[in-house]
């Protein structure tokens, strides 16, 4: 009895001792990888603080300077000299590689021995009035060659002659409005637009829907003056004689005209150019608003609304043509551009990352320009250069990303996005497995006081925090206020969506004198300031994203946005209820399915917090499910009409390219229904919008699940 008593007690101590033992090893295991999380932390944050102190004003401005000395079109030696000057420094810099990446791409330039312009004609059909050739050149410029004439990208050649039409912005409404409420058909005549409001390829795509035979967009005071600011060189408005240069392609994402979906490479099949995507079909010029005025001037017809009215000192009369004094005055279009195949170049760096080299981080802008690209691109340009600087600063102390960082200078953005596509498309397979979210960088300072960022949902809380928390105070104050919205739909990248940011600031003219100096209308301290705190916002997203254990982004913000998002499409449509009870109409299911997604989204963010850093496998399907949220919203049978856009969320819009969608395929059945000819077709087609989007929104939701 005494034996197993002395055996009980024997057994319960070694119990004992042994969960003593356990507990103290747990504990002191637990401490030191909590402690071990804590220090990659404080790292990973005095890292980001140095490579954002790292970024100087004035290198900035160096950069910004020597990448704006000569023009330097996309598909010209100068563009590839840039590109090569690139290259090199990024070498310096100390990138893991930096590689020059070619297409063959369908480009378009101005015949230089027979020059476009407009004229008008009087009854013998002699020219009594010609547009200019040229721009004026600035002063100080006279010696600069290979400034490209004003012209339209892509446009055909062409000498349509006709009555001429005008059609305020060039707008579907604005189209509507002349034929359903003026009675004016343009079916055979040559319409005249301002510029504004919408991408100037929608208004050529408008036009030649209506049936006119050519296209003249010119830019008005009323859109393009600030009150109390004189025009260039004495301040910064547009000069009567400067004009907005800029393609007139209708890709919807498709790429080189000649290779849609595909990359352009040497070898790829080439379509005809009768059959090339988003070409247009009449031709189209742009023109200064001092050549704009002697085509109003004597224009006939309607006196339009006021909101049809510009500020020039002209009647902006309707027409079709010109008043009885001048009624046998026509306007012929003298349009002799060539688009040719020409090879562009991307370069693109690499920082290899640590320990999720798969996985992709990528911030790029575009290089080439219009003439100089003063604003647009390279602000935008310059500060992706000091962010690779910065960058390889801090590589050359040791410090190396968790995932791998990629920076681009993308060739020919100024001809329909055509750089970053192609090398999307030839990269594709790649970038659907790796990439975690591409950073835009365009222009990055313009006139206002507001920093904007565009992005997908989910990096929301992520720009929040980085703008309140990381970038300096002094860089802080150089905003009033800061924008966040949806993500931004004018930048590169069309084909890939993963999550995306556009930062900067709003769309620019380019006319001859967005150069160097069109930054200096305030002091060079203030401006440059700005492009800093750019670059400390763009360079600071790069970090958090390629740097951070746990990807920042945030799926109940992007619940939030969907709930928004669905709210307003259901607003739009309820402006026909009649209708709708007609055709039995209802959002019910996709409202449904945005609950569901809020679900799961809040469960996932509550697991994250009980998430065990230490286990890399655990961490890796966390940021697995969250780097591919984005993915799940797409549709791989494309937008009615447009294939290549294929998020649900998420599109430009068919009737603007410069702004955005959501529920883009509701939308897209929703408009302009009243005054469809078949109401029940169109409805139904409503009815099968709603239903796609709210299956995609739910099979999102499943992807935030646990797995298992």
């Known amino acids: 009895m005494k034996r197993e008593s002395r055996l009980v007690r024997w057994i319960w101590w070694t119990v004992v001792v042994t969960a003593l033992f356990l507990l103290g090893f747990s504990i002191g295991w637990f401490t030191k990888h909590s402690k071990a999380t804590t220090d990659n932390h404080k790292t990973s944050s005095r890292h980001l603080q140095e490579f954002l102190d790292e970024m100087q004003t004035d290198l900035i401005r160096e950069h910004l300077r020597k990448f704006t000395r000569l023009p330097h079109l996309a598909g010209t030696e100068q563009n590839l000299k ?63 060659s290979n400034i490209v004439p004003p012209y339209s990208a892509y446009s055909p050649k062409g000498h349509p002659e006709g009555d001429l039409v005008y059609v305020n912005y060039g707008r579907t409404e604005d189209f509507f409005q002349l034929e359903r409420e003026m009675g004016i058909n343009v079916t055979g005549k040559i319409v005249i637009v301002r510029y504004g409001k919408i991408f100037r390829g929608n208004k050529v795509k408008n036009a030649m829907s209506a049936g006119a035979k050519g296209v003249i967009m010119f830019s008005d005071p009323a859109d393009y003056w600030a009150t109390g600011v004189k025009p260039y060189p004495d301040g910064w408005n547009l000069p009567g004689g400067g004009v907005q240069r800029g393609n007139v392609l209708n890709l919807n994402g498709a790429g080189d005209p000649l290779t849609p979906g595909y990359p352009a490479k040497e070898y790829t099949y080439r379509v005809n150019l009768e059959e090339g995507v ?12 001092h050549d704009a005025i002697h085509l109003l001037k004597n224009m006939g017809g309607q006196v339009p609304p006021n909101n049809w009215k510009g500020a020039l000192n002209v009647s902006y009369k309707t027409g079709p043509g010109f008043t009885e004094d001048f009624k046998s005055h026509k306007v012929r279009m003298n349009i002799h551009s060539n ?31 219009w003439v100089f690209g003063g604003i647009d691109p390279m602000s935008g ?16 102390k040791g410090w190396r990303p968790r995932r791998t960082v990629i920076f681009a200078s993308w060739d020919a953005e100024e001809f329909g996005l055509l750089g970053s596509t192609e090398w999307a498309e030839d990269n594709a397979r790649l970038l659907q497995e790796r990439a975690v979210a591409y950073i835009n960088a365009d222009s990055a300072i313009e006139g206002m006081y507001t920093l904007r960022v565009d992005c997908t949902p989910s990096l929301h809380t992520l720009v929040y925090d980085l703008t309140k928390q990381k970038v300096q105070k002094m860089e802080r104050r150089e905003f009033l206020y800061m924008r966040v919205g949806r993500r931004g739909t004018t930048g590169p990248m069309t ?10 600031q709003a769309v620019i003219l380019r006319p001859i004198l967005s150069d160097w100096e069109s930054l200096q209308g305030e002091p060079d301290t203030l401006r440059t300031r700005r492009l800093r705190a750019v670059a400390q916002v763009r360079g600071g997203l790069i970090f958090l994203l390629a740097d951070s254990q746990v990807l920042p ?41 945005v609950e569901n997604f809020t679900a799961a989204a809040r469960d996932f963010h509550e697991r994250l917090q009980t998430l065990n850093r230490e286990d890399p496998l655990q961490v890796r399907i966390m940021n697995d499910q969250l780097m591919y949220l984005e993915r799940a919203f797409i549709d791989p049978l494309g937008l009615p009409g447009r294939p290549f856009y294929r998020h649900v969320i998420f599109a430009p819009s068919s009737h603007n390219k410069y702004a955005g969608e959501s529920f883009p395929g509701i939308y897209d059945a929703l408009f302009d229904i009243e005054n469809s000819a078949d109401p029940e077709r169109a409805w139904r087609e409503v009815k099968r919008q709603i239903s796609i989007a709210a299956f995609t929104v739910h099979a999102a939701a499943m992807t935030l699940t646990p797995p298992a």
């Not at 962010?387 to 050359?396: D, N, Q």
């Open 82 to 144: 840039y590109a090569e000057q690139i290259i090199k420094e990024w070498q310096d810099f100390g990138l893991d590689s930096v590689e020059m990446v070619p297409y063959d791409i369908l480009l378009s330039y101005p015949n230089k021995s027979q020059p476009n312009y407009i004229s008008i004609l009087d009854h013998t059909g002699n020219e009594v009035f010609n547009t200019s050739f040229a721009e004026p050149v600035p002063q100080g410029y006279e010696d600069i």
């Open 278 to 289: 988003g070409l247009p079909k009449i031709p189209v010029h742009p023109i200064g608003f």
């Open 339 to 369: 688009n040719q195949v020409t090879r562009i170049y991307n370069v693109i760096g690499k920082i290899r990352g640590a320990l999720e080299p798969d996985r992709y981080v990528i911030l790029g802008g575009h290089r080439d320009a």
């Open 381 to 396: 340009a310059a500060v992706v250069h000091e962010t690779v600087r910065s960058a390889g600063k801090l590589l050359r």
């Open 495 to 504: 084909v890939m969506h993963p999550g995306s940011v556009n930062s900067g």
């Open 553 to 593: 982004l945030d799926a109940t913000e992007y619940a939030d946005s969907l709930r928004k998002y669905a709210q307003s499409i259901a607003h739009l449509a309820q402006t026909h209820t009649e209708q709708m009870e007609t055709y039995k109409v209802s959002f019910e299911s996709l409202f449904s399915a």
